[in-house]
């Protein structure tokens, strides 16, 4: 008995590269909060936004496990709702998340030179080309599965 892929198969493995290369920033801007030594140096203004941020990546890492769960429960037996739900987390959670920090910032330089020093040495170039390449895959994840979800009768409601 072998393992016949299907489109709700690869979505599936996507969405779970996709969300799982998503737990090191998650995990880390969640222990933001956590060393209290560096936050009493800081003032309180960027005190309070580094507990927001460590709110954030508690709130990240929920949604990730979420993610997760849904995608192998009921995603992969194409409950239709399921599909909704991912839907949400894709435009309403990692859109804003990881693309729209992005928007109106101009990247000097071609895709080549970009893509180059995201390879070479961490920074900007590098989270951006990271953050898009997982929205991308996400995206993808989601448009495989429409056929099976809607356009055939193999799904359950």
Do not use: Q
Request: charged share 15%; with cysteine; glycine share 8%.
């Amino acid at each position: 008995m072998g393992i016949r892929p299907d489109s709700v198969l690869v979505s599936s493995v996507l969405f779970t590269i996709a969300l799982i290369c998503l737990i090191p920033a998650g995990l880390g801007n969640a222990l933001v909060g956590r060393d209290k030594a560096a936050l009493a140096a800081l003032d309180a203004g960027y005190r309070t936004a580094a507990y927001a941020m460590s709110d954030l990546g508690v709130a990240c890492l929920a949604i990730i496990l979420i993610g997760l769960v849904v995608t192998w429960t009921g995603y992969i037996r194409r409950v239709r709702w399921t599909w909704f739900v991912m839907f949400i987390i894709v435009w309403i959670w990692a859109f804003p998340l990881l693309i729209l920090p992005f928007v109106g910032h101009t990247m000097p330089g071609t895709w080549g030179e970009i893509l180059s020093d995201a390879l070479r040495e961490p920074g900007i170039r590098r989270s951006f080309v990271e953050m898009v390449l997982n929205f991308v895959l996400m995206v993808i994840a989601l448009a495989l599965s429409v056929k099976s979800m809607f356009l055939t009768g193999s799904h359950r409601k």
